[in-house]
């Protein structure tokens, strides 16, 4: 069977784009009697949060993949520190919280750790988190192959 690349299943279609994508996928695919193709066409409803978060964890997986050098949980670290901190200090909540806590963990690598048990994106909006996306999109996405964010039904 032919590699479907980054395209992963189940996929919501929401668009032209999306569905033009899948049936160029589609239409690549060799079939045979041993190796069928099983496609279930539903109808769905998914909340943006939802597509936003699984789109993240989709970039994650994929920057760990190509590069090797860290796993899809550190790479989530280090993103939730480098754009989601950032973000969510605009919040004063969040940043009050926040002084307090670098000042016992003053080191980058002690943040980067802190971030598999403190909220950040888990905490944002639709917006806040699309713009999080976008700041990663640009600086992953010049070193990394992701997954488009259109065949996920997202606009950044």
């Not at 239409?27 to 943006?48: A, F, Y």
């Not at 806040?128 to 259109?150: A, C, I, R, W």
Request: glycine share 6%.
């Amino acid at each position: 069977m032919s590699d479907l690349g980054l395209l992963r299943f189940p996929i919501n279609i929401t668009n032209d784009y999306q569905r033009d994508e899948l049936c160029k996928k589609i239409g690549k695919l060799e079939t045979s009697r041993q190796k069928p193709i099983l496609v279930k066409i539903t109808d769905v409803k998914e909340k943006r949060s939802n597509a936003i978060n699984r789109l993240a964890h989709m970039w994650y997986r994929n920057c760990a993949n190509q590069g090797g050098e860290y796993t899809e949980e550190q790479v989530k670290c280090i993103s939730k520190l480098k754009w989601g901190v950032p973000i969510m200090r605009q919040h004063e909540k969040f940043n009050t919280t926040w002084m307090k806590l670098i000042a016992g963990f003053p080191t980058y690598e002690e943040q980067v750790e802190l971030m598999q048990y403190l909220p950040v994106t888990s905490l944002m909006t639709n917006a806040e988190m699309s713009s999080y996306l976008t700041h990663f999109k640009n600086l992953m996405g010049q070193h990394y192959d992701l997954v488009d964010p259109k065949l996920e039904g997202i606009e950044l």
